[in-house]
């Protein structure tokens, strides 16, 4: 007589994915693995989600069960349900998010012969709402320290399985995280039992890249203002009425942590003639060594630097006193980022704390490459970050609003006044 293998439950969050969660629970609970539990807090959705519930309920019976109640915070829900698992291997997936084939066999798998180790996981890949793979999502095996989440997570949250056990030592989710609280639960793991974290190299779940219209938290701006790291964030932002006026940093390609230091020291020695040098290969262009900032549409090459540096620098004076009046408004403000490959954790934090000293109602909206080298950041101040894919041989997506999800993924999360849009997109500068 065989024995059959030990449980495993899957918690799942929900809300208003009624087109996507039929799909999440079926990747779950048809598996070949043959004893998992599902079990769904559900945000107190409106739309068809517990419809298909009740529905899959006569395919599953027990093996499918939620707890639906609106108000609540996702890692409060989350948490609840959590609580209710039985089984020593847990796994979490977010409704829209696919488990792969052998997922829970590998999971069980690993802990059989790994029984030292409290987590495991393994690689991830972005899909599309049609499901279509999009690109690998940015994994690491474990480093040697919880520092490394500092530069972003490298960890494909729907990949992860852990033993019941963990939570009687770290702890749950942390219920005053709006977001993030799944890279602080890992931070927290990787301190407490940094050689008992286990990884596979190979593909366990697809995280899709999805657009939530019930969004809930739609923040009205009264400023939407790009901070780089080049010059499409101004532009699009152009385009579509969201840029009100030219600001310092719509034409610069631009690091981060050089923004923020910018913004602190008042932009101090910015057209400091010994900081500034041309581009060898494109002598157009101009660069300031300290600060990282590099003028693009400034500088033309029939002149020095010397002879331009009056007229840019009234530019661009005018330009950062309009900024300041814009942080010094006590209106709400959105900073718009194009990351690149070199922002950390650590950058936005610090610019976060640069833009405490003058104001605490802002938000950061970031985009970032959908590449290998593509982070997530945890950065309490970023209420969204979207992915987009480079144009062909380019190392950017320059007409990143063209992607009708892009677009959404924006206007759902964003509350600006029409009549502002309407006013802004007759602007010239």
Known sequence: MSISPPLISVVMYSFNNGHYVDASIKSVLDQSYPTCELIIADAGST???????????????????????????????INQVLKLTTAS???????????????????????????????????????????????????LAPPESEQAFQKGCFICQPSVFVRRHIFDNVGFLNENLNNAFDIELWTRLFKEFPKQIGFMNEVLAYKRIQINESYDVKVQYDYVVPIGSFCSPAYELKR??????????????????GVAKLIESNFEDLFNLSYLERDINNPNIVRHIVYKFIFVHDFDIERSIEEQIGDVKAKYNR??????NILNSNKRILFFRYSDDLDSNADYEYFVNVMQKYTINFGI????NLNNRARSFSCEKIIFQDFVVKDADDSVCRYFFNSSAVVKNFEARIGYSDQQRKSNLSFKK
């Open 89 to 139: 291997i847990i796994g979490w997936i977010n409704a829209g998010d696919l488990y792969a084939k052998r997922s829970l066999s590998v999971a069980y798998l690993y802990f059989k012969t790994h029984p030292k180790s409290f987590m495991f996981y393994g690689g991830g890949e972005y899909i599309d709402l049609q499901g279509n793979i999009m690109g690998l999502y940015p994994t």
């Open 319 to 324: 330009r950062i006193a309009r900024f300041y």
């Open 240 to 257: 579509l009425g969201y840029r009100s006026a030219s600001l310092p940093f719509d034409w610069v390609f631009c690091q981060l942590h």
């Open 365 to 368: 909206y970031v985009l970032s």
């Open 47 to 77: 739309d068809n989600t517990l419809c298909c519930l009740n529905k899959l309920k006569t395919v599953y019976g027990d093996r499918l069960r939620w707890v639906s109640e609106s108000g609540l915070s996702q890692a409060y829900a």
